[in-house]
């Protein structure tokens, strides 16, 4: 099963990827990283960087 974005038409193979798709191009939600500046799509995904990358740090 394809899901489509509702917004662009663009096809995804997971809901989950669709939403995070939503999420970051149509309604701008995305969490940045105060030690560098990268970008994320969700908490649990800049929680994982800041672990490995910026241990000790936040």
Avoid: A, W
Avoid at 16 to 31: A, P
């Amino acid at each position: 099963m394809r899901y489509t974005c509702n917004h662009c038409d663009r096809k995804f193979k997971t809901n989950s990827d669709l939403n995070e798709h939503v999420k970051v191009i149509h309604e701008g939600i995305v969490y940045r990283c105060d030690q560098c500046d990268r970008r994320f799509s969700s908490k649990s995904n800049l929680r994982e960087h800041l672990k490995r990358v910026h241990p000790g740090e936040f």
